[in-house]
């Protein structure tokens, strides 16, 4: 059975850096077309794709947002870390990470993980 | 460009069908994958591939693609199917993209 758990922070300070870590059980992040990412999605707003990161370690991210986005992995602790720095109030959303699986074709996310809410606040 | 536009809410009569569209230039080289989120929880993967149902997921949830546009087909749907579903494909460089979102109504 595959899981994903996201932890980190409820509440950060806008322009504090957020640190958030997705555990998975399941599934090895070595395994070929194996990938994780992280999606967010702000209160009664769409879901917006944040990074990914494979089994090779390569990594990607949205465009708007790759400054400020760092995703790494630690295969022997099968965690996926996210960093987003300069919060800002706009940042506030649930986060989620998921399993990525990449073909020529196609990908999906399956499963995700059930989500954290993260509010930037003063 | 790598957006994917979806009509913002559509209705259904209870076990009619209904079909939710997905239209972005990314279309053209990936299939779309769909996903269905019910309020407070997480989103569920119910098509990916050319139309590919995961393990639990009802065969009347059907997808296809013609161009530019991905379709996301309930026939006969059923209260529970009353969900936001999201459509996803990626571009060439890699990055992914999600659907604006359609909120599903059944009647």
């Known amino acids: 059975q595959v899981t994903l758990r996201e932890s980190g922070p409820a509440l950060v300070k806008p322009t504090q850096t957020l640190t958030l870590t997705c555990t998975f059980s399941?599934?090895?992040?070595?395994?070929?077309?194996?990938?994780v990412s992280w999606v967010r999605q702000p209160p009664g707003k769409a879901l917006e794709w944040l990074a990914l990161i494979d089994w090779d370690d390569d990594k990607y991210y949205s465009t708007s947002l790759k400054t400020r986005l760092t995703i790494s992995k630690d295969t022997s602790k099968n965690q996926v870390v996210l960093t987003m720095t300069n919060m800002d109030p706009v940042d506030t959303a649930t986060y989620y990470c998921?399993?990525?699986?990449?073909?020529?074709?196609?990908?999906?996310?399956?499963?995700w993980g059930q989500g954290t809410l993260v509010t930037v606040s003063s | 460009s790598s957006e994917l536009t979806q009509d913002p809410a559509v209705s259904v009569a209870l076990g009619q069908t209904v079909r939710i569209t997905c239209q972005g230039d990314s279309l053209r080289s990936y299939y779309a994958s769909w996903y269905q989120q019910k309020p407070g929880q997480a989103p569920v993967l119910v098509i990916y591939g050319k139309n590919n149902r995961p393990s639990g997921i009802p065969d009347r949830f059907s997808g296809s693609s013609s161009g530019n546009t991905a379709s996301l087909t309930i026939t006969g749907a059923q209260a529970e199917d009353e969900a936001d579903y999201y459509c996803?494909?990626?571009?060439?460089?890699?990055?992914?993209?999600f659907g604006t979102g359609t909120k599903v109504t059944v009647l």
């Open positions: 998921a399993r990525t699986t990449t073909g020529t074709t196609s990908n999906w996310f399956d499963p």
């Open positions: 996803n494909s990626r571009d060439s460089s890699g990055n992914q993209v």
């Open positions: 399941g599934f090895s992040l070595s395994t070929s077309g194996m990938c």
